[in-house]
């Protein structure tokens, strides 16, 4: 059960004065794949905050489930896209930075924080944006980007009413666009539809040490709280077809898949116990995906193939997205579910490097050149961290779920 820390909801009309909940959907397009980012904003007064045009007044004095929505042509919610905001710099302006024994050099695709840059005119150095992008790298110049990553795109956007309480708004004024698209969005597109160049050593740990081909036992998983495992559910509840063949990736117990849809689900992992005390599964594969990212198992035999909050642990992410296109039918789905919490030998220092949505972005891509096609992002912010969790002292925010889906073609 999804809990707050506002009280109850009263069964009201949305007053002046009262306080919401309300659930913001943003969607946009890419060249390579559609996406939705949904964040759950609190404390919502629509009659003082900013709300995209027009989208404020359906919702005041309605109950919760009202919903409103509109789109929006480019520039119109965020800044739009400026010529003068992409400059040519001297790689000389780069600081250098470590992570996880790694030297951060500039990339094409990539994005980084204004830190990083030394000084140099128009540029400030300090500056609170979280990120900008390298377009491309020749020789000793680099064309950077200062754009916001939806400069450029049209936004449909959707507001449903969750919940109201009998409790007097601050009226703090805050733009919600601003506020849910300021740290991420649009990061997980190619730039200009060209590939982003992820490329570090494969086997390269999060921490300095020797590196390992098989990076840690897979059933080493990151643990989200409750709502975030809840999120997944729902959202693989939307995806997978009652009834279907499953194969869960780097199962172990329990999976985290709906429990009302009489899937037929093969677990493949490494813990045999776990395995085995998983009342999900149907059939147990003992497999390590690390030392072998190729499946002991026939082509095109499953509807869906699913890896929840694992797929930061392999070495070889592409390639076992290859193998998952391999087993899928025509028309199926594979589905990668992850959050920003993991175990720090497990991952390479690629994945510590990146923004959440930029792994976002490395997902993707790891699926659009296995051969999927039809793919699709969602991020899912902002969430009530339930009560009872052991993090909730520390914060209200429940972990963010992010989840990518590619289709099987012919």
Not at 20 to 43: G, I, M, P, Y
Not at 66 to 80: D, H, N, W
Not at 162 to 168: A, L, M, N, P
Request: with cysteine; aromatic share 8%.
């Amino acid at each position: 059960m999804i809990e707050d820390v506002l009280g109850e909801a009263i069964d009201a009309p949305l007053s002046r004065g009262m306080q919401a909940e309300v659930e913001f959907t943003v969607r946009w397009q890419s060249a390579e794949a559609s996406h939705e980012e949904r964040f759950l904003a609190r404390k919502v007064d629509p009659f003082r905050d900013i709300f995209p045009p027009g989208m404020d007044a359906p919702l005041q004095g309605m109950k919760a489930g009202a919903t409103s929505s509109g789109e929006y042509i480019p520039g119109k919610l965020v800044p739009g896209l400026r010529p003068r905001k992409v400059a040519v710099l001297d790689r000389g302006c780069f600081k250098p930075m470590r992570i996880g024994g790694c030297i951060i050099e500039p990339r094409s695709g990539r994005f980084y924080p204004y830190q990083l840059l030394n000084s140099h005119p128009g540029i400030r150095t300090a500056d609170a944006r979280p990120a900008f992008r390298v377009l491309e790298v020749c020789g000793s110049d680099v064309k950077v980007d200062f754009n916001h990553p939806l400069a450029d795109r049209q936004l449909a956007v959707e507001a449903r009413l969750i919940k109201v309480y009998d409790r007097r708004s601050r009226g703090k004024l805050l733009d919600w666009m601003e506020e849910i698209c300021r740290n991420g969005p649009g990061m997980q597109a190619r730039a200009h539809g060209m590939r982003t160049n992820f490329e570090v050593p494969a086997a390269t740990r999060c921490e300095e040490g020797e590196a390992s081909g098989a990076l840690v036992p897979l059933r080493l998983k990151a643990q989200v709280d409750a709502t975030a495992l809840h999120l997944i559910r729902e959202q693989y509840a939307s995806w997978l077809p009652p009834g279907g063949k499953v194969l869960d990736l780097m199962s172990s117990t329990p999976s985290q898949l709906p429990d009302d849809m009489d899937l037929v689900v093969t677990g493949l992992g490494l813990a045999v116990q776990e395995l085995e005390a998983n009342p999900w599964l149907s059939e147990r594969l003992v497999h390590d995906l690390n030392a072998e990212s190729a499946l002991p198992l026939d082509d095109g035999i499953f509807d869906s193939v699913v890896n929840t909050l694992s797929v930061q642990d392999l070495a070889d992410a592409q390639a076992v997205a290859a193998e998952a296109l391999r087993v899928l039918k025509p028309g199926g789905q594979y589905i990668v579910s992850f959050s920003n919490r993991w175990v720090p030998e497990a991952v390479s220092a690629l994945w510590a490097e990146l923004h959440d949505f930029e792994r976002l972005g490395l997902v993707l891509d790891q699926l659009l050149e296995a051969g999927f096609t039809d793919c699709r992002t969602v991020s899912i912010r902002n969430h009530w961290r339930p009560k009872n969790d052991p993090l909730f002292a520390e914060t209200w925010d429940s972990d963010p779920v992010f989840l990518v889906s590619g289709i099987k073609n012919g």
